[in-house]
């Protein structure tokens, strides 16, 4: 099966994509400065796995900016880091946004917080750039201010010249998994998801090859709040194969996600990992209504 050409991706003139839209939110202040800020962190040719002690500084700096403790001195943590802080404040809310130190780049990642929705799901791109469609539909849920943080990743994960792991979804240390057991720890019973994608000609079942959405929680044997989740997901999406993991399909259940498995072993969060085919992924993209039933179905599961 033959995958379509890509009709956009992020760049510089992203914006003014987003523009095209209409939509209401188009016209905030983070919209004019998002896209170009993701453009630029997205530009390293320099990926650094992060040493163990500072993951455990990234956990414990994205708690304070989750439990809304936020303060200067902890500006002096986030540069120690690598990265940069930058607060903006528009009509349509509060932000913190918080990227990688230039001249200090290496694949860390770049995190989007809504400061006045710091109980809303937290939503992960890691493989904003070799899943079609996910960093790009990432970015406009970013904007219609569904999250409390989004994050993408700044290198892919797969690249000819590079030779050590940098796929965010496997290393066992990261800053994507220090952002999902911070935002677990300030909100027990929120929700940690994850868009991917697959191709349907590529499945190794007949239920994998026909489906649209696979939904897992990394776990083979899911716990009570992934049916209800994976019901509404399925009613916010008529006339698509929705399919859950394991009951319903075999295969891309996300078990290997090193993200996933750290949050189901803290016994604390709740990682819901979607795997989008190329129809949906374009839908959701091209459709603001269509963003807007699969939001709400993650907040009527709860």
């Avoid at 406009?140 to 999250?147: I, N, P, R």
């Avoid at 963003?291 to 907040?299: A, C, E, G, M």
Wanted: hydrophobic share 40%; with cysteine; aromatic share 10%.
């Amino acid at each position: 099966m033959l995958i379509p050409e890509r009709p956009w991706k992020i760049t510089r003139t992203m914006a003014d994509e987003v523009c095209k839209t209409k939509d209401a939110y188009v016209w905030s202040d983070l919209a004019k400065v998002l896209p170009h800020l993701l453009y630029e962190s997205q530009q390293t040719d320099v990926f650094r796995a992060p040493e163990a002690i500072q993951v455990l500084q990234a956990k414990d700096l994205f708690k304070q900016i989750l439990a809304g403790e936020f303060k200067p001195l902890l500006e002096l943590t986030a540069k120690e880091l690598g990265f940069s802080c930058q607060r903006l404040e528009t009509k349509q809310g509060v932000w913190l946004i918080i990227t990688e130190t230039k001249g200090k780049a290496c694949g860390k990642g770049f995190f989007l917080f809504n400061m006045e929705a710091l109980q809303a799901p937290c939503l992960q791109l890691p493989h904003s750039f070799k899943d079609w469609y996910t960093g790009e539909l990432g970015l406009y849920l970013a904007l219609e201010g569904s999250f409390s943080v989004v994050s993408w990743n700044t290198y892919p994960r797969r690249t000819r010249k590079q030779t050590e792991p940098c796929d965010l979804a496997h290393l066992e240390n990261s800053f994507f998994t220090a952002l999902a057991l911070a935002y677990s720890q300030v909100n027990p019973q929120g929700k940690v998801i994850q868009l991917h994608s697959f191709v349907n000609g590529f499945r190794k079942t007949s239920q994998g090859e026909k489906a649209d959405l696979i939904l897992s929680s990394g776990l083979r044997e899911p716990e009570k709040w992934f049916s209800k989740q994976a019901d509404a997901i399925k009613k916010a999406l008529p006339g698509y194969v929705v399919k859950a993991f394991p009951k319903e399909v075999g295969e891309l259940g996300g078990t290997q996600n090193t993200i996933g498995r750290a949050l189901n072993q803290s016994g604390q969060g709740r990682f819901l990992h979607l795997e989008m085919a190329n129809r949906l992924r374009i839908d959701l993209l091209d459709k603001k209504d269509f963003r807007k039933n699969l939001n709400l179905s993650f907040k009527a599961a709860d």
